[in-house]
């Protein structure tokens, strides 16, 4: 008999965010103030800029790098959404209706959004589609967690700068000198968390929500435990009960969560004695939309995953 309970308490959505209620009035005020900077530093086009919406929040990030200074890319499953499990709001498919170009991960995430792909008008960009983007497998299935690796983040970025300097020309040049500064940073990024990294790679740890793989490989760390069928958010009491043992088994003393979770309850659920369960956020919901807010994901992540691994609290 195979019987998968879910944990409604602490099932977690990662576009969730009920704690962020006053996020809305700072990226409207962030919006007015780049609106008003950008009216002022580029010269006035002619035709408005091409809009971009993205699917998920680090593909919203990823465009808000190369689109600086000209345009501000939309988010089409916004707050509510999880994308393992999204169903589409009406005005959800009007944000994709309305926008010229339009990027999402593919099929392999945002399950609701393929029907419309086709009949949309604008450009559509397909992550997993893409050239020289690397996907891994978990059981499988493909892991849709790409965006956790800078690597997929540069050939998201490279694509894009394409296909919008093709639709504009005009600000062509912008959107190229945008892509380079976006590059030099990752490349800066990845230089310092090799560093940062190195005296505690080869420590073991352990996640309740399977997110991180891409991280992970990209970097040559140890493959972290993780409850089965984790890798779309869902894992069952059994699955949390095995974790618990493998955490105890191999001495595991860092637990990464989601912000939303509760870890009183997981501790509750998971803890043994020295586990320190640390939140780390893969969708970038805590961070204000901005040029440099994808850097800071990956940076923020690999920050909370170094101070988790050192098993402190
Ligand atoms: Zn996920």
């Known amino acids: 008999m195979k019987s998968i309970t879910t944990l409604p308490a602490i099932h977690t959505k990662e576009s969730f965010a009920p704690h962020k209620l006053g996020i809305t009035a700072k990226v409207c005020l962030l919006f007015f103030i780049c609106a008003f900077t950008s009216t002022t530093v580029v010269a006035a086009p002619t035709v408005a800029a091409p809009t971009v919406a993205a699917s998920i929040r680090p593909l919203q990030l990823i465009a808000a790098a190369i689109t600086d200074g000209i345009s501000q890319p939309q988010l089409v499953l916004g707050k509510g959404q999880d994308p393992h499990h999204a169903s589409l709001r009406p005005s959800e498919r009007r944000t994709l209706n309305d926008a010229d170009v339009v990027l999402w991960i593919g099929p392999m995430l945002e399950v609701p959004l393929q029907e419309i792909m086709a009949e949309l008008a604008g450009s559509v960009l397909t992550v997993q589609d893409m050239p020289d983007i690397t996907l891994h497998a978990i059981d499988g299935n493909l892991d849709p967690h790409v965006w956790m690796d800078s690597r997929n983040a540069r050939q998201i970025a490279v694509q894009l700068t394409q296909t919008l300097a093709n639709l504009d020309p005009a600000n062509s040049l912008r959107y190229q000198s945008n892509q380079q500064k ?132």
């Not at 493998?246 to 595991?252: P, T």
Request: hydrophobic fraction near 40%; glycine fraction near 6%.
């Open 182 to 313: 976006f590059l030099r940073a990752l490349d800066e990024l990845d230089t310092n968390f090799k560093q940062a990294v190195a005296p505690v790679q080869q420590r073991g740890w352990a996640v309740y929500h399977d997110a991180f793989r891409y991280f992970q490989r990209q970097f040559g760390l140890i493959q972290p435990l993780a409850p089965t069928e984790s890798s779309t958010n869902q894992a069952g009491i059994r699955s949390i009960t095995q974790l618990r043992s493998a955490i105890q088994q191999q001495q595991i003393n860092c637990l990464l969560i989601e912000p939303v979770m509760n870890p009183a309850e997981l501790q509750t659920l998971l803890g043994t004695d020295g586990l320190h369960i640390v939140s780390a956020d893969v969708m970038g919901l805590d961070l204000t939309t901005s040029p440099t807010a994808y850097v800071l994901l990956l940076q923020n992540f690999g920050n909370t995953l170094i101070t988790c691994l050192q098993g402190q609290p």
